[in-house]
């Protein structure tokens, strides 16, 4: 192991997943922690609670589709989302730098406000400090969000079954591509957007429509490819994927391959995967596709007993590959 | 008003204030974030929740009597005591500068985890993000804490009457200066240790001998200044201090001289104020001794309706004081 942190270990992929179970899990060790779900379900006084926290260091602080006071509240909305939860609460932790403009700090407080309205949710406490010059990058945004678990809903990483079928919620590498054009000043023609929103009524719609869908997550940092290495290893199965069924934006890719990128490694932030029993399949297919955030969702697999923990992919030339956990050492900062 | 963020925005006194209540709050305004109490008080699930979140920035990362790692569990477990809560649960996210030694990451997790153990709290739920060099300082840890309040505990900061007695939980300074000296190198013969601690059962013993307290504050950034004037503005009311009730250990009184700093101006990790009715005190002051963290423990003034907002102190030589709010340049990194 390395004896120092590099920026691979917060990229998402397998030297994060190593840093996170061989060093900073066994101290602290419970149930749910050990876990590892976007969120943690709680049972206080007699209600049923996720629990999620996430600190947002993206660079630039603003980018096509968003900024990093939007995507700090949609981050966790999400969170609270993949587990079936209502999100209600936020809280805000704010380090600043000295020597941040004030109006860029109100720019970015404007955004958690117009987000957090927008998706339902109050930001009810928050935090701030302050580091001198050269000890931050102007500003880094913690959100820890409350959500409510109704009734009746089940969804984990371990909960996905063999014969289960993978659906996806729509494109994806659009966050992290957008993000990386605006930081690297890469220009492509078309602006790419990032895909930055809040996915719990997406969810409700899911759940109303399959409500014995087994797992949900939204493949962030590590993209894709981890978010599905992650639930297969957690859910004891294998994935069988049809790549072609996957849907990439022509501008992503074509940036993916300017980049030397796999579109399955780059980070999305208004995706979702969801594991959902075959009888229930089409009915959450078309449940996402009417909602506005999932008009191109689709089918893109299914659970297997075979190859338990390990990601394969159908590629469109008619191969096979494995689609491994990413390095993780291509896009530090991405959220 | 400043353009831009500087140190003292984040110290805890006047500048922090304005920006908090100039640019921060109105956007995102709601009930629980204009109480400006410890901890948001929340219904969920028929539940009463107190959520917290504070974030970590000390320098240096370890000091006598802490570290970054127990500090951030003590932090966020005093703020949830504080509303009268009792902690159950934390998160905690981190960011780390790339080069930090894991073997000082794997130290503070440990400490984190020994926190709290001690404190009867569950870590649940963690971030990692990495950010290039030069960019942060080691690590910054923010914690956000859930806690339960138990049927009948009515405390807040703006319950404060008059004629409440304030009490202290013992002497002032401490955590400030331990930090101070340790960053500055400034080699005082005694090594004062930061009284960093969790505070929970302590007013778990204060609120079963006064169930009818008030207000209760944990006195850090910006010291016992900046909570009372807080308080005494939150309350509507006036507060008489007898300073030389107040206890200082003569270590942190004479850095203090030295350094030009008032001691009430100086930030706290292990220690209360409180205001009790006048019929509860003398238990409130008994129950508070008999615990190891409060034995020197005090009263130190008492709630008048007369100046209210204000902050009156009777000096050791018998004049007459106000002890304003810190401007809040003074020391920063405290915490």
């Known amino acids: 192991m ?11 992929g397998q030297m994060m997943a190593e840093l996170i179970r061989g060093l900073l899990l066994p101290p602290l060790d419970n149930p749910w922690l050990r ?112 959500g409510v678990v109704p009734a009746g809903v089940e969804v984990g990483p371990e909960r996905g079954r063999p014969g289960d079928i993978v659906l996806l919620s729509g494109t994806i590498g659009d966050h992290g591509i ?58 004891g199965v294998g994935i069988e994927l049809d790549e072609a069924a996957i849907p990439v934006r022509p501008a992503v890719r074509a940036a993916c391959e300017m980049l030397g990128f796999d579109p399955l490694d780059v980070a999305n932030e208004g995706k979702l995967v969801a594991f959902v029993p075959p009888e229930e399949a089409k009915a959450a297919l078309e449940a996402l596709r009417a909602h506005p955030l999932g008009r191109e969702a689709s089918r893109i697999g299914f659970l297997t007993a075979e190859h338990p923990g390990l990601v394969l992919a159908r590629t469109p030339i008619g191969g096979r590959r494995v689609v491994n956990m990413p390095p993780g050492e291509l896009l530090p900062r991405i959220c």
């Open 178 to 235: 957008a993000v990386l054009s605006q930081r690297e000043g890469l220009g492509f023609e078309t602006v790419l957007q990032s895909d930055s929103a809040p996915l719990h009524t997406l969810v409700e719609a899911l759940l109303r429509a399959a409500p014995h869908t087994h797992t949900l997550r939204d493949p962030t940092r590590g993209g894709l490819a981890a978010a599905l290495n992650e639930l297969a290893s957690a859910s």
């Open 35 to 146: 876990q590892m779900a976007d969120a943690a379900l709680l049972e206080v006084g007699g209600a049923r609670l996720a629990l999620s926290t996430d600190s947002f260091v993206v660079r630039p602080l603003f980018f096509p589709g968003g900024d990093i006071g939007s995507l700090a509240v949609h981050g966790t909305v999400n969170d609270l989302a993949m587990v079936g939860a209502r999100p209600l609460y936020l809280t805000a932790g704010l380090i600043l730098e000295e020597g941040l403009e004030l109006e860029v700090l109100e720019r970015v407080v404007a955004s958690m406000a117009r987000a957090a309205r927008t998706a339902g949710v109050l930001v009810v406490a928050g935090d701030t400090k302050v580091v001198e010059r050269g000890h931050g990058d102007g500003l880094y945004i913690n959100t820890t969000g409350v």
């Open 2 to 12: 390395e004896k120092v942190i590099r920026l691979a270990h917060g990229a998402g």
